[in-house]
């Protein structure tokens, strides 16, 4: 390469280059290293200002728009026919609809399907006529660009919204100029923003009973594969938590680097996503699946997928008292913090019917009620209360977490969810007295069946494990929302997850049979490792299932007749073998068997559930979708920690492999067609 | 292989995409009228083959609602011309004077405001949107070597100012 036009460099340092030209580019650079330079910057930049924009505040569809549209799109799978059929009574077409009526039902969607392809050619197929076409439709001044004057029009209704949406904008943006400053000491250096949450994320504490020991900050080590013989049991309480997946998101995509090794926890990557495990018929909180399959990447090995899915439980079972109890202090005055609450909030919101109550305390200088167990018919209301929070004052929350929690009391639903939700960075003093005593106060209310959300937001004075802690105590469970779309799924598609706690105090205990395992080793949960014992014992504290969760675990195992490396035989076991023989025969064509200790939200005693399953491998190809899904997350993960049980797998390999997994499922799934992108970003971070 | 649940599948993409998409297109023109060409592109959408859609989505969303967005203002002002690659009116109404009113507006923003109104697209697609050059074409319309062009000369115009001691409001984009 001769010359090097400038725009090739920024296409460089962008990473848009097709692999070819990034090849002669990096060349051409190495020769050119007063060019690095340049390349620096121009990343730095980049990410600088995607970090500007991105936080610029996301408007939503007018409010009688987007019921109609998600009205549209909620029915379950009609005919074709049929939702074109509601497309006409909905008066979504006006000239395409007597196109319609003359060429019939199915000419006219064939039709359709041709004008809709040009869309740019101007003609009529779909004309935005509905736009006039009711009385709802009303003003509203969104905080994008491009707006004018908030029209004033139609009744008080209104009136609150937009003004304090316009505000609210205000605020951030004012805001905006201080992260510029942060930014730019990022810009020239490293990024700025990543380093501080990366700390707090790691500072997860350890449980108590996790055999990690010893530091907050250390790393702990992978499992490793351990004798059936000499330990035939393996125990830990599941985890539904996944902030390390998005803690290696942020690695690889906003910081262009791969995540340290003890980021990595893979039980959070693999219990990130959605599978399609069956739920339970009967009155059983929870059902498992198990699935054996051999593995991918080490010939002669198996895996043994774990899945277990909470019950769902339909809008209509229940009612809920939910209070959102929010940090109104000025350090959540930001784009990333109130405003993503808000328009999560808001979301959720068009989620919730007249069975919901909702109630919305704040805190700053003082606990203030702004909500009363509003009904969630009674949207507009609730929509206006949200607008009104705003970020401002100085924490002093003694009085709001009580506030929050008499009005869970006066509004309790004895057969429902009772829940308060608490919204904060974490910089705050929520009482008087010690954070023992907050402590004990959410631990007194969740034993009264209220339990405790905690939703984390933006970085710097994050207070993770005070945060982990409570929610812990609370019964509930902790999200840390960093994006909107984090938010979006925590709050709108995993609300009944978030919200109902089907089971709690949930472990998992797998006796493997020596007979045909030799050798196991649990992929992830390191940090959530039980002791034998612990299994029966009710006062041991372990996790909580909410309704609709997935918690998936995978065994490796080796299969008894491949050696076992470097083993000596036993010499006091024969017994125990023979032992397993003189069942006659009758377990012999069981692997494992999976026992689930659990008790029911309310409940002080646990229920136990077996689960065995048979011997029967299938090549790995044959496996569910779910299986081969699984075994890719935890690949990735084995490929970022540089496992020793990596085997053969390589990056080609498992992108090939996820590749295969995703669409099998359910269907299209962003979180999937991200992870893929994860991955190629990695290997070629690995490079 | 395939998508069963095409409603549940286009609720997904707009619950994931209806602010990114709904921000782009008040580019273009008001809060109303593209919150109706928002819902008009995913009622098209509940018409395409996600299968063929894969990996596209959202492009295809910002591309049909901003086919729609230039469609309905061409309407409005007849005798406004604007082919691909040339004049778009985006974020274009009354930008000057927005800008005043908002005088807190953060400074890249101001100067993004002061880009021309392909650059301005280009950057935020690019930037604000994270899409790649070649997602960016197939919005837009124009190449990907000249998508490259013009991120790669906005970010000197934006590099430039941003060096200089103070905001220079009237400097550079006109």
Redo the contacts between chains.
């Keep these: 390469m001769k010359d090097l036009s400038k725009d090739k460099l920024a296409a460089y340092a962008l990473n848009e280059l097709p692999e070819q030209e990034r090849r002669e580019v990096e060349n051409y650079i190495n020769e050119n290293p007063s060019l690095k330079k340049e390349v620096e910057e121009i990343k730095n930049f980049g990410v600088f200002l995607s970090q500007e924009l991105k936080g610029e505040e996301l408007p939503r569809v007018t409010d009688s728009l987007r019921s109609s549209l998600l009205k549209e799109m909620s029915e379950q799978e009609p005919k074709e026919s049929l939702s074109l059929l509601n497309f006409l009574k909905g008066s979504y077409f006006q000239g395409g609809a007597l196109v319609a009526a003359v060429f019939g039902l199915l000419i006219f969607f064939s039709l359709q399907q041709e004008i809709l392809d040009q869309e740019s050619d101007g003609s009529q197929g779909l004309q935005t006529g509905m736009a006039i076409k009711d009385e709802a439709i009303r003003p509203e001044l969104m905080p994008g660009e491009g707006q004018t004057e908030p029209k004033k029009s139609d009744g008080a209704s209104v009136v609150g919204r937009p003004n304090q949406k316009a505000g609210s904008r205000a605020r951030a943006l004012g805001k905006g100029t201080n992260n510029l400053e942060v930014a730019q000491v990022g810009a020239s250096g490293a990024i700025s923003h990543s380093p501080l949450k990366r700390k707090k994320i790691l500072r997860r504490p350890v449980p108590p009973h996790g055999f990690v020991g010893g530091d907050e900050y250390q790393a702990f080590s992978a499992n490793i594969f351990k004798s059936t013989q000499t330990t035939p049991l393996s125990t830990f309480s599941i985890d539904v938590d996944t902030a390390s997946y998005a803690n290696i998101r942020r690695y690889i995509q906003q910081s262009s680097q791969l995540p340290p090794h003890h980021a990595v926890r893979i039980e959070e990557m693999i219990n990130y996503f959605d599978y399609s495990d069956p739920a339970p018929k009967n009155n059983q909180p929870f059902k498992v699946s198990l699935e054996v399959a051999d593995s991918p990447w080490a010939e002669g090995r198996q895996l043994v997928r774990v899945g277990i899915k909470g019950k769902e439980v339909t809008k209509k079972n229940y009612q809920s008292n939910l209070v959102f109890l929010v940090d109104v202090s000025g350090s959540m005055d930001s784009h990333d913090k109130i405003g993503l609450l808000k328009s999560g909030l808001h979301k959720l919101v068009e989620k919730l019917d007249g069975k919901d109550h909702v109630s919305l305390v704040t805190y700053a200088g003082n606990a203030a009620v702004i909500l009363d167990a509003t009904s969630g018919d009674n949207k507009e209301q609730i929509h206006r209360a949200i607008d009104n929070l705003t970020g401002e004052g100085s924490t002093h929350g003694s009085e709001g977490i009580k506030t929050a929690y008499e009005l869970a009391d006066k509004n309790f639903r004895p057969e429902g969810i009772n829940r308060v939700i608490l919204a904060t960075d974490g910089d705050f003093n929520i009482g008087t007295t010690s954070d023992e005593a907050l402590i004990n106060l959410v631990e007194e209310k969740a034993k009264k069946n209220v339990f405790l959300t905690v939703l984390g937001f933006g970085r710097g004075n994050l207070n993770d494990s005070m945060m982990e802690k409570v929610s812990n105590k609370g019964n509930g469970n902790y999200f840390y929302l960093d994006t909107e779309r984090e938010a979006q799924k925590v709050l709108v598609e995993k609300l009944q997850g978030t919200l109902m706690t089907i089971a709690k105090d949930v472990k998992i205990q797998v006796e493997f049979n020596p007979e045909n395992v030799s050798e196991y080793r649990l992929i992830g949960y390191e940090n959530r490792q039980l002791k034998a014992k612990d299994f029966n014992n009710d006062k041991k504290d372990a996790g909580e299932i909410g309704a609709g969760h997935s918690v998936v675990a995978l065994y490796e195992i080796k299969p008894t007749g491949y050696d076992q490396e470097g083993v000596d035989p036993l010499k006091y076991q024969k017994d125990g073998e023979k032992a397993v023989q003189k069942q006659n025969g009758k377990f012999s064509e069981e692997l494992l068997t999976v026992k689930v200790r659990y008790k029911k939200p309310e409940g002080k005693n646990s229920s136990l559930l077996k689960f065995p399953l048979q011997k029967k491998s299938r090549p790995f190809e044959k496996a569910s979708a779910d299986l081969r899904w699984t075994a890719s997350v935890a690949g990735f993960g084995m490929l970022l920690k540089n496992s020793e049980h990596k085997g053969d797998l390589t990056y080609p390999k498992l992108i090939e492999m996820a590749d295969k997994a995703r669409w099998s499922y359910k269907g299209y799934n962003e979180y999937k067609a991200e992870f893929i992108e994860l991955i190629k970003k990695s290997q070629e971070l690995a490079k | 292989?395939?998508?069963?649940?095409?409603?549940?599948?286009?609720?997904?993409?707009?619950?994931?995409y209806?602010?990114?998409l709904?921000?782009y297109t008040?580019?273009?023109?008001?809060?109303?009228?593209a919150?109706?060409?928002?819902?008009?592109s995913?009622?098209?959408l509940?018409?395409?083959d996600?299968k063929k859609l894969?990996?596209k989505?959202l492009a295809w969303l910002f591309?049909?609602s901003r086919?729609?967005a230039?469609?309905?203002l061409?309407?409005e002002k007849p005798m406004s011309q604007f082919k691909t690659g040339q004049e778009i009116p985006f974020?274009?109404?009354?930008a000057d004077e927005?800008i005043q009113k908002?005088e807190?507006?953060?400074?890249?923003?101001q100067m993004?405001?002061q880009l021309n109104p392909n650059q301005k697209e280009v950057?935020?697609l690019?930037?604000?949107e994270?899409l790649?050059?070649k997602e960016i074409s197939d919005i837009t319309g124009q190449s990907v070597?000249h998508v490259?062009?013009i991120?790669?000369?906005a970010?000197?115009k934006?590099?430039t100012q941003?060096a200089e001691p103070t905001t220079n409001q009237e400097g550079g984009a006109q």
């Excluded at chain 2, 008040?26 to 009228?33: G, V």
């Design positions: 292989m395939e998508v069963t649940d095409k409603k549940g599948w286009a609720r997904e993409l707009f619950l994931r209806e602010g990114r709904l921000r008040m580019k273009f023109t008001s809060h109303e009228k919150s109706e060409i928002v819902q008009d995913f009622l098209k509940l018409k395409q996600p894969q990996g989505e591309r049909v086919n729609r230039l469609d309905l061409k309407k974020e274009s109404d009354n927005r908002d807190q507006k953060n400074r890249i923003t993004i405001s950057i935020r690019k930037f604000q994270e790649s050059y070597s490259g062009v991120v790669h000369k970010i000197k934006l590099r941003l």
